[in-house]
């Protein structure tokens, strides 16, 4: 007999994407998009009718899977903690991460999906990002590499520096302008240019594919922003650290901001970027 493959997590994430992307597309204006539900997530952001319809759409997924069979926990920006039958297996969800990117009209926000044996980043078994602006599905396997839109992402890739040592492209995320002001020499001592998408999913992804040669969150982080996209990095031959913690991938899978995150093409450039500071 076949041994069982387990729920079909990519299949579910690839019908979620698809109808949060329909959801949005029907609510093109930013009139339409940042009206409120008037209360707060479990993250503790307000929520968006736009963030509550794509966490509907997860968990109608989440729930047809569970009904086949699957037992699992989820934590989701939005709902917090649910359980479905069992703790074994962690499903780290951000409806969509770069809320205010989408409410805006801006690019780059995205459905992120983490699938995960134990409770720290570590843990993390499947990864699934849907960067609703460019169109581009991001997917890990742990121990099977990371595509882009189906296309196996390059580990060898290293990075770009100028003459004088710089990372070429660094990218920043919790960009708040106090912080950056606070790290300036820092930032100024390790990148040639700097990049801001706001999204940190979507920015650890251009990591991965070499896009970025490294980025860092000026802030804490909670594991629904990067929990999928740490591993997309480090299956396309990146280097991924959550700073706060002597053991790198030891941040926890829930929904408490822990510790800045930071990722680089080399380890030479993630100790480069280790250097920048973060703040409360």
């Given at each position: 007999?076949?041994?069982?493959?387990?729920?079909n997590?990519l299949?579910?994430c690839?019908?979620?994407?698809?109808?949060?992307g329909?959801?949005?597309?029907?609510?093109?204006?930013?009139?339409?998009?940042?009206?409120?539900t008037?209360?707060?997530?479990?993250g503790?952001?307000?929520?968006?009718?736009?963030?509550?319809?794509a966490?509907?759409?997860?968990?109608?997924?989440?729930?047809?899977?569970?009904?086949?069979?699957?037992?699992?926990?989820?934590?989701?920006?939005?709902r917090?903690?649910?359980?479905?039958?069992?703790?074994?297996?962690?499903?780290?969800?951000?409806?969509?991460?770069?809320?205010?990117?989408?409410?805006?009209?801006?690019?780059?926000?995205?459905?992120?999906?983490?699938?995960?044996?134990?409770?720290?980043?570590?843990?993390?078994?499947?990864?699934?990002?849907?960067?609703?602006?460019?169109?581009?599905?991001?997917?890990?396997?742990?121990?099977?590499?990371?595509?882009?839109?189906?296309?196996r992402?390059?580990?060898?890739?290293?990075?770009?520096?100028?003459?004088d040592?710089?990372?070429?492209?660094?990218?920043?995320?919790?960009?708040?302008?106090?912080?950056?002001?606070?790290?300036?020499?820092?930032?100024?001592?390790?990148?040639?240019?700097?990049?801001?998408?706001?999204?940190?999913?979507?920015?650890?992804?251009q990591?991965?594919?070499?896009?970025?040669?490294?980025?860092?969150?000026?802030?804490?982080?909670?594991?629904?922003?990067?929990?999928?996209?740490?591993?997309?990095?480090?299956?396309a031959?990146?280097h991924?650290?959550?700073?706060?913690?002597?053991?790198?991938?030891?941040?926890?899978?829930?929904?408490?901001?822990?510790?800045?995150?930071?990722?680089?093409?080399?380890?030479?450039?993630?100790?480069?970027?280790?250097?920048?500071?973060?703040?409360?």
């Open positions: 007999m076949a041994a069982d493959p387990g729920p997590w299949g579910a690839r019908r979620a994407a698809a109808a949060i329909a959801m949005l597309d029907d609510r093109p204006t930013i009139a339409e998009r940042v009206k409120e008037g209360t707060r997530g479990e503790g952001d307000r929520t968006l009718l736009i963030d509550e319809a966490e509907d759409v997860v968990f109608a997924e989440l729930e047809a899977l569970h009904a086949a069979g699957a037992r699992f926990c989820a934590i989701s920006e939005e917090g903690v649910v359980e479905f039958g069992g703790d074994d297996v962690w499903v780290v969800i951000d409806p969509i991460d770069g809320s205010v990117n989408a409410k805006r009209g801006l690019p780059h926000h995205a459905l992120s999906v983490a699938v995960a044996e134990g409770p720290t980043m570590a843990d993390v078994v499947f990864g699934f990002v849907q960067d609703f602006g460019p169109a581009e599905e991001w997917v890990a396997h742990r121990g099977r590499g990371a595509t882009l839109d189906g296309v992402l390059d580990p060898s890739i290293g990075e770009r520096r100028t003459r040592g710089k990372l070429e492209v660094l990218g920043v995320e919790s960009a708040d302008p106090r912080w950056v002001v606070q790290s300036a020499d820092a930032l100024a001592e390790t990148a040639h240019r700097l990049r801001a998408i706001g999204a940190i999913a979507v920015s650890l992804c990591v991965a594919a070499g896009r970025f040669d490294a980025m860092a969150s000026l802030k804490r982080c909670r594991a629904v922003d990067a929990a999928a996209a740490q591993l997309i990095v480090r299956e031959g990146g991924v650290a959550f700073i706060a913690y002597d053991d790198p991938l030891a941040a926890p899978l829930d929904l408490e901001p822990h510790s800045p995150v930071i990722a680089a093409r080399t380890p030479e450039g993630l100790d480069e970027v280790r250097r920048v500071p973060a703040w409360p």
